[in-house]
């Protein structure tokens, strides 16, 4: 594991990653914690400042799939960004039960699938943590799909047993 390729990212790609693994961390803290007091609401300003962060910066990130530079992971930040003003506005309706739905699928969506793909070869994160070139990441991919498709069927698993 190397720090060089996050050290020689473009800016844009630094901040892209500081923002993900900040608000990678502060997640659980904001979504799952059990009392909603004023520990969740400065967490949760500080989660929502980190996944904007993110997503801006992921626009400044050009892909290299399309001759404009907006490629198939841009789509996630649009839907980040409309996710954000989704939760917002339901917390502010005081929707609690869509403003926790909308953030915690927002949490798995946004940052745990979607940050698997950071993980293919070539690109930064695959490079900090597997070296140059390193095909390890496909693994990484598998692993944190199949943990999502435990965590969608192993429930309906369950139920049709008891059914």
């Known amino acids: ?18 923002a993900a693994v900040f608000a990678l961390f502060l997640g659980p803290f ?26 801006v910066a992921s626009f400044l990130i050009p892909s290299h799939f399309t001759p404009i530079g907006i490629g198939p992971l ?26 926790e739905a909308v953030f915690r699928s927002l949490y798995s969506n946004g940052l745990i699938i979607a940050g698997a793909f950071t993980f293919l070869p070539g690109r930064t994160m695959n490079q900090m943590l597997f ?12 692993a944190l799909l199949g943990l999502v498709a435990l965590r969608v069927f192993l429930p309906r698993l369950r139920q049709q047993a008891w059914a």
């Open 1 to 18: 594991m190397t720090l060089l390729p996050f050290l020689s990212a473009p800016l844009p790609v630094q901040l892209h990653i500081i």
């Open 30 to 55: 904001a979504l799952y914690r059990r009392r909603r007091d004023r520990t969740h609401k400065v967490v949760g300003y500080l989660w929502v400042t980190a996944m904007t962060v993110l997503a």
């Open 74 to 99: 841009h789509g996630f930040a649009v839907l980040t960004l409309w996710s954000l003003w989704t939760g917002i506005s339901a917390a502010i309706a005081r929707d609690i039960a869509r403003h």
């Open 131 to 142: 070296g140059e070139p390193s095909q390890l990441g496909w693994v990484v991919i598998a």
